[in-house]
């Protein structure tokens, strides 16, 4: 017998045997895991895995929410647009102007988002009120800043869309209405302020590209030229102050 036929024949031998063994070893006592619910819905219970679904699922819609609910698009959409007006490529770059919108919406957004606290999320966890009350009451404030902003052509429009006639009153917006209303004329309002920052720079252009038709320099790039005019023009003005001031003091309600 070869040593390969006596290694298969141990082999099925092990393998015949192992359920023999397994019915003659005791049953291990393997201890349930303890049902863990620490947050409720209503009346029904939350357990530990659904509440780190839902927070995950939070955490992934922030951008979105920063998006829609704060003063962040009007302030990104200016500022790009004033950096094609200045004719800088890529300078400054997306980073720096992500950035400084991030602060500025921050500030302009710090009297809302105290308000918020202060009035609903601060005295939930302090235990005084209940979730739906800190709710209410936290979102009043935010809901009155997006109201501000929002046109009511813009507000009648997505009414219209979402089957909804007139409202009573400020509270009974529904919020996908206010959201996509208030979207909607921060966009509007970005390319009104865009279009005005774009007026003395294209009359540079048209200066500096009829200086150099008149002077038969055709073969001459003008945006070469009115570049740095552009830019000596802004820096005299003291444009960022000018740009970031006009912006901050654009928006109602803060």
């Known amino acids: 017998m070869t040593f390969r036929r006596l290694l298969l024949i141990i082999t099925i031998l092990l393998l015949a045997g192992m359920p023999l063994l397994a019915l003659a070893a005791p049953a291990a006592q393997v201890p349930a895991l303890p049902n863990v619910t620490v947050g409720r819905i ?13 927070l ?22 200016v500022m790009a647009l004033l950096r094609q007006a200045l004719g800088t490529g890529q300078t400054p770059s997306n980073q720096i102007l992500v950035g400084l919108s991030l602060f500025l919406t921050a500030m ?8 918020a606290w ?5 005295p939930y966890l302090n235990g005084d009120i209940d979730f739906r009350s800190a709710w209410d009451l936290g979102t009043a404030p935010l809901r009155a800043f997006m109201l ?13 869309l979402a089957g909804h006639g007139t409202y009573a009153g400020p509270e009974d917006v ?4 206010l959201a996509a209303s208030f979207v909607t004329s921060e966009l509007k309002t970005a390319f009104e302020i865009g279009f005005l920052i774009f007026i003395p720079f294209v009359i540079i252009d048209l200066v500096v590209a009829s200086v150099l038709m008149s002077m038969g320099m055709m073969m001459l790039s003008p945006v070469l030229i009115s570049a740095p005019f552009k830019i ?7 444009g960022w102050v000018l740009t970031v001031g006009t912006l901050a003091a654009s928006f109602n309600g803060v």
């Open 42 to 54: 209503g009346e029904a219970p939350v357990s530990v895995p659904l509440q780190t679904l839902l």
């Open 148 to 160: 501000a902003q929002v046109r009511d052509t813009d507000l009648m429009t997505f009414a219209g």
């Open 56 to 77: 995950m699922t939070g955490i992934t819609l922030l951008p979105s929410l920063l998006l829609v609910m704060t003063c962040f698009t009007r302030i990104i959409i």
């Open 108 to 115: 302009i957004m710090m009297p809302v988002w105290q308000k």
């Open 232 to 238: 000596l023009l802004f820096v005299l003005v003291d």
């Open 118 to 122: 202060d009035a609903g999320f601060g």
């Open 174 to 177: 529904p919020f996908p209405v």
